[in-house]
């Protein structure tokens, strides 16, 4: 179960020593600084687990939808959506006088990130609507009502014009889990909903409704199993996991709404829940891997002098070569002469 | 200039990287695929043809390195979901990150530098028509290129034998296959086109229509090529019209302006989105299938 991964990242790490050598940057330190650089300090992994708690969280409620055939791509619409609800307590309440503040805010971020996934549901099982590009272009519609709410009703009014809002009280943030760092508690959350969706996928009968409308739509509709409530399901346990990652965005690192919520978890999980096998177990080890990347990515920009997009690049090579390396290691290849008739 | 001569000026010119785009990206999902990394390969392009210009001032050798190094995109694409047989979802998103982070990372030190763009052209007669001579009929030729290209498509996908393999591929691969139809190679083949033309858009946008890179330049257009398909319900001409509405959407805030309209611009800029969303439902109730 771990050669297509394993496989996959050594392949990504030949090809881009070989890129970055080619544009003349230092492969060695670039990779090193990737790779190890977020190991070498405690605050550098604390950066790590920090990371690594929205990409777990949305790419566990993905693989549920992905692994049913139902394809939420835009997860990051959802994310935002989610984030913009949880803000909406904080914005309106800034002195932190609402009764349970924080448990309101992630409660709103869910249900926020769930209806928006729910739209592409509806339309879905009513009109038989792509969820594909339904989902993607309700992603590019947040982007937009982020903008609105940031540059419009929503901006501090102190904030010297940037569009962001207040910062948030105290009681609307998320609980530190080790002194001295920024990791917070959504990576409990992120660990819960790890065991909930192995609990459900491995040993729940809905789980196993799930993998087999997505391995075979058609034996699935025999045995009576209904294709919309897998539509349902996938994508609303997508757009809760999204907004609840949201939510904790806001309420954790940022500390306030600002564009840079839309920093593409969204389409970042997704990554992860492939290379992670749409696995639970295996999307725990891809999300830390991704995450370390990223934190990785940021010291390269100093020590190796690599742009921020060698995360990109980085993250591209990585599903392309596990996309190639799964059906390899699966499948044998066999050449048919025959040409058809 | 007033608000609606900018407005007949710019259009074409903001449309184009759209109509190229989603033309390729047409031909493909005719062939029964979806790409969605447009985004990465018009980054790549856009990126590539920057550079090219930049160091040899020729417009066609940029035009051209960018169809290739989009096409060689394109390609992996391909191995992955017509060689491997990987999923197309994974595998479209898996190149257009791919696209981004290569754009920025050829790109990073030419950003800040310019080019120069190409002139436009003063056609006789049309020219000195007046309101729309100096402003629609005063283009690049690029844009007069792309017409006749967008109809020289129309006419295979229409009016040829090729046109019907393709329609046919899509439709039903199996049946196509059987009659002796090379479903493999056709597939291809518009993945390719897909991919050039994904790089002739992006060499638009950063050699011609603003002549010059940024990071994140491509801002969102793949996306909009990506659902102006789906608004022009897989027609060449739908689509050509879709990319001009489109087009003056994306002029935004300007457009608000010159129509004296008092909406926010992000209304204007969540309008394609929008109506593709309107447009998936209307044409699904009549279509079975996933896309």
Redesign the interface.
């Known amino acids: 179960m771990l050669t297509a991964p394993v496989l996959a990242l050594v392949l990504t790490c030949l090809a881009s020593l070989v890129l970055f050598a080619a544009l003349g940057k230092p492969a060695g330190a670039a990779l090193h600084a990737l790779l190890l650089k977020p190991f070498l300090s405690w605050y550098s992994f604390s950066e790590v687990l920090l990371k690594m708690a929205p990409l777990l969280l949305i790419a566990q409620g993905l693989a549920i939808g992905f692994r049913a055939n139902v394809f939420n791509i835009g997860a990051e619409g959802q994310f935002i959506v989610g984030a913009l609800c949880a803000s909406a307590l904080p914005v309106y309440f800034p002195d932190g006088d609402f009764p349970l503040m924080l448990p309101a805010m992630i409660a709103f971020g869910a249900l926020g990130g769930t209806v928006y996934a729910l739209i592409a549901a509806a339309l879905r099982t009513r009109f038989g609507a792509s969820e594909i590009l339904v989902t993607l272009m309700l992603a590019l519609i947040a982007v937009q009502i982020l903008n609105y709410l940031l540059l419009g009703p929503w901006k501090d009014p102190r904030g010297f014009n940037f569009p962001q809002t207040v910062m948030f009280p105290d009681n609307a943030m998320l609980p530190i889990l080790f002194d001295g760092t920024r990791t917070n508690i959504s990576l409990i959350f992120a660990l819960l909903a790890s065991v909930f969706a192995y609990l459900m996928m491995q040993h729940h009968f809905r789980g196993y409704q799930l993998r087999t409308a997505g391995l075979a739509p058609r034996a699935a509709l025999y045995a009576g199993f209904s294709a919309p409530r897998m539509v349902w399901l996938g994508l609303g346990l997508g757009g809760l996991a999204a907004g609840i990652a949201g939510a904790s965005e806001v309420a954790g690192p940022l500390g306030q709404l600002q564009r840079s919520v839309t920093s593409g978890y969204g389409y970042a999980a997704i990554i992860v829940a492939y290379v992670g096998g749409l696995n639970p177990l295996g999307i725990i080890g891809s999300s830390f891997l991704i995450s370390v990347i990223y934190i990785g990515g940021d010291s390269a920009t100093v020590s190796a002098g690599l742009p921020v997009a060698a995360v990109e690049v980085f993250q591209g090579l990585l599903l392309f070569f596990y996309l190639m390396t799964f059906t390899l290691i699966r499948f044998r290849i066999e050449i048919d002469r025959k040409v058809p008739a | 200039m007033s608000g609606l001569e900018f407005l007949l000026a710019g259009t074409l010119a903001a449309s184009l990287p759209l109509l190229l785009a989603a033309l390729g990206e047409m031909v493909v999902e005719k062939t029964g695929l979806?790409n969605?990394g447009l985004e990465?390969m018009m980054a790549i392009g856009a990126a590539i043809a920057f550079i090219c210009v930049y160091h040899t001032g020729s417009h066609l050798l940029g035009f051209a390195a960018a169809a290739l190094m989009s096409t060689f995109v394109a390609m992996?694409f391909a191995?992955?979901v017509i060689g491997?047989?990987?999923?197309e979802?994974?595998?479209g998103?898996?190149?257009?990150?791919?696209?981004?982070?290569?754009?920025?990372?050829?790109g990073?030190s030419y950003e800040s530098l310019t080019i120069k763009g190409l002139p436009k052209i003063d056609i006789p007669i049309l020219s000195d028509i007046p309101v729309i001579g100096p402003t629609l009929l005063t283009q690049d030729i690029v844009v007069w290129l792309s017409i006749l290209g967008t109809v020289a498509l129309w006419w295979v996908l229409n009016r040829t034998k090729l046109g019907l393999i393709i329609a046919a591929v899509g439709e039903n691969a199996d049946a196509a296959?059987?009659i002796?139809y090379p479903v493999v190679m056709i597939r291809l083949i518009a993945v390719a086109f897909g991919g050039a033309m994904c790089g002739l858009a992006g060499a638009y946008a950063s050699t011609v229509y603003t002549p010059l890179w940024a990071?994140g330049m491509i801002a969102?257009r793949g996306?909009i090529a990506?659902?102006l398909v789906?608004f022009g319900t897989w027609q060449t001409g739908r689509v050509a019209f879709g990319a001009l509405l489109f087009g003056i959407l994306s002029l935004g805030e300007l457009t608000a302006q010159a129509m004296g309209v008092g909406l926010?611009s992000?209304?204007l800029?969540?309008l394609p989105?929008?109506v593709?969303?309107l447009m998936?439902?209307v044409i699904?109730?009549r279509?079975?299938?996933?896309?």
Do not use: E
């Not at chain 2, 491997?84 to 999923?87: H, I, Q, T």
């Open positions: 979806l969605l990465g992996l191995i992955l491997v047989k990987a999923n979802v994974a595998a998103l898996a190149i257009g990150v791919l696209g981004l982070g290569l754009s920025a990372l050829f990073k296959r059987s002796g990071d969102g996306w990506l659902a789906v926010p992000q209304v800029s969540s989105y929008l593709t969303i998936l439902v699904s109730r279509r079975s299938g996933l896309i």
